[in-house]
């Protein structure tokens, strides 16, 4: 599908798609710079903790890197050391806030250089560095990632946990300076006593506790400042969609809402958005890990599709983010490859059922029909309406059973989650309920309701399926029965298409079983059956082929393959499948609601699962 360009952007699609290419990508200098820190880092570490590595033949690099400061040599290599370990990344990304720090800590390091040691070339190794970052401070403009002062706390623990293991380290890395014999216990207390500035139960010969005294006091004093920093620097909140936002895309899907069925879905309240400079389209994303993290297509006209992607990646390259886009559809796709140069590849297939074709006659919807008629007969019922038609008092029941239902204590969806039911906004929502009359009905805090589908708009005709949730006592098959009674009730609400799960690798699972696949097609294939122990890829696959559906290919577009780990890791964090959140006692409660997870679902004949993106 060809798409026209319009007045929204400026200057030709190749000029563009150069611009891009360029900008996002890290550059030389930054990543030279970054990986340099890491090593003198690294080394400042080891010339801190091991004394023979001071004295070795490694003693003459070591000497000239930042931290190897004379009679203070082990406390400030690990200071220096620990401090440029955290400063690389942020200095690969082109941080600004990671440059201000090395050009305030490689002076420093010059000046205790030579005022400790008289060392003229470690001062010249120490202020040559601090001169590149000053001589290419333009590269090194990227703006602070979402953040909050949790962070603070996340310091305090990992910080102190490593500092707890140096410092175990540093205490039995002198074995023939020590006085008798201590035990594990009492290097652990030592090193706890000397973190906060104490001396402990073990004792060295020589001057050797000076020593170990200095470097763990420096371990201490540097999770405390850090942790300090970190608690009351400004905080830079994520974004979240604003009414104004809601606005602007809701106004964007009345017009142009039909041709994405995940379209919708951007209106979860956790993402932010950017529109095009007209105003006709808008791309909705998630920062997670460092990657700038869009789902489906661009919202709006296709035309002004450009001008709003551009805004996407001017942004990305601003706080240097890697820029990644999951489950956008093949149009999508063409567009973003062709207006930044970035790369698509094939993540599965959506299942998407008209409504006019579907039937529940002939020999292949046969399981699916005796397995309808056999939980009819068990007296179950179910009703398919739209939000607005739903009382509060319902609704609520609902959104209780919903939650109460999942599967997992995290809520997991992102690209193909709402992350809400029954809201106010969203009275054009369609839910189907199953219900069963029983005598345990009358003490439940859900009175009948058994199990419970949730769909969203596509455009006027269509609904797209958020999430399947049911009461673990119901019997199975509830979200086939209630999968058909949706598609038996459409014609009645005016639907005439509806988009089920999203089947990871779809493709290559149709045609790894096929006769004459090839060695590398089945190995493929067997290896995406293994992983279905974990994801449910395959059992996902084969809940959606039993209705018959059309697949509709979805793709996740990428920079570069180096990119790819990065942005699989952040897609399942997005999703709710990695967590590297606080505990849930100490962790800020976020609206995030209803899941329709990107890779994995329980199995859907009988757990509590939810759409997969």
Same mark, same amino acid.
């Given at each position: ?59 003459? +690099? ?21 401090? /440029? +370990?955290?400063?690389?990344?942020? +200095? ?47 590269? $090194? ?97 994520? *974004? ?12 964007? @899907? ?38 700038? @993290? ?17 805004? $996407? ?46 039937? @529940? ?40 059973? *919903? ?14 989650? +709402? ?5 106010? *906004? ?54 086939? /029965? ?10 009645? /609400? ?33 290896? /995406? ?85």
């Amino acid at each position: 599908m060809s798409v026209t360009l319009d007045g929204d952007k400026s200057g030709s699609v190749p000029d563009r798609a150069r611009t891009f290419v360029r900008g996002p990508r890290p550059e030389a200098v930054p990543a030279l710079v970054g990986t340099a820190c890491a090593a003198v880092g690294l080394i400042d570490v080891t010339a801190g903790v091991f004394p023979r590595f001071r004295h070795s033949r490694m003693h003459s +690099l070591a000497e000239v890197l930042p931290g190897a400061l004379g009679p203070f040599a082990a406390a400030l290599s690990l200071s220096a050391g620990v401090l /440029l +370990l955290l400063l690389a990344h942020g +200095l690969k990304r082109r941080k600004r806030r990671a440059w201000r720090a090395a050009v305030v800590l490689l002076p420093a390091g010059a000046l205790a250089q030579f005022s400790y040691r008289h060392s003229v070339l470690g001062t010249l190794v120490s202020l040559t560095l601090c001169y590149l970052l000053v001589r290419h401070r333009s590269e $090194f403009a990227a703006l602070p990632d979402p953040r909050s002062r949790w962070r603070a706390l996340a310091n305090f623990v990992l910080l102190g946990a490593g500092s707890l293991g140096l410092g175990l380290v540093i205490v039995s890395a002198h074995p023939r300076r020590l006085v008798g014999s201590p035990s594990i216990a009492d290097r652990l207390q030592h090193v706890l006593y000397g973190l906060f500035g104490f001396e402990g139960p073990v004792d060295y010969a020589g001057d050797t506790s000076w020593t170990v005294a200095y470097s763990l006091g420096a371990l201490g004093l540097l999770t405390a400042v850090t942790t300090i920093y970190l608690a009351f620097r400004p905080e830079h909140p994520a *974004a979240r969609l604003t009414e104004d936002d809601e606005a602007g895309l809701r106004a964007l @899907l009345e017009r142009h809402g039909g041709r994405d069925s995940l379209g919708h879905f951007a209106l979860r309240r956790d993402k932010a958005v950017v529109f095009s400079p007209s105003g006709k389209a808008a791309v909705c994303y998630r920062v997670v890990s460092g990657v700038m @993290l869009a789902s489906g297509d661009p919202i709006g006209d296709v035309e002004a599709w450009p001008g709003a992607i551009e805004r $996407f990646m001017d942004e990305a390259r601003a706080h240097s983010w890697a820029p990644a886009v999951m489950g956008c559809s093949e149009t999508g796709g063409e567009v973003w490859t062709r207006e930044t140069g970035l790369t698509a590849l094939e993540l599965g297939d959506e299942a998407v059922v008209d409504v006019a074709d579907f039937s @529940l006659a002939g020999r292949a919807m046969r399981n699916v029909r005796q397995m309808v008629k056999r939980i009819e007969r068990g007296g179950y019922e179910t009703r398919v309406r739209r939000v607005a038609d739903i009382s509060e008092a319902e609704l609520a029941r609902i959104r209780r059973a *919903a939650a109460d239902w999942r599967g997992t204590d995290t809520e997991r969806g992102f690209s193909m989650a +709402l992350g809400r039911i029954g809201d106010s *906004a969203d009275q054009d929502c369609f839910i189907a309920t199953a219900h069963k009359a029983d005598e345990h009905g009358a003490d439940s805090p859900y009175g009948d309701l058994k199990a419970v589908l949730h769909f969203v708009p596509w455009g006027t005709d269509g609904m797209s399926l958020d999430l399947m949730r049911r009461d673990r006592s119901a019997d199975p098959g509830m979200n086939e /029965l209630l999968i058909v009674a949706s598609l038996q009730a459409a014609p009645r /609400l005016g639907i005439t298409r509806v988009s089920l799960n999203f089947a990871m690798f779809r493709s290559a699972l149709a045609r790894g079983e096929k006769l004459g696949a090839g060695p590398v097609l089945r190995v493929w294939r067997g290896l /995406l059956i293994f992983l279905s122990r974990w994801f449910q890829i395959e059992s996902l696959y084969k809940f959606n082929a039993k209705f018959r559906p059309r697949w509709e290919p979805r793709f996740v577009v990428y920079r570069t393959a180096r990119d790819l780990p990065r942005i699989s890791l952040a897609a399942m964090q997005a999703e709710g499948f990695v967590n590297f959140a606080l505990p849930r006692p100490l962790a800020r409660r976020l609206p995030v609601g209803p899941r329709r997870p990107c890779a994995h679902v329980p199995p859907p004949a009988g757990g509590q699962g939810a759409r997969a993106a």
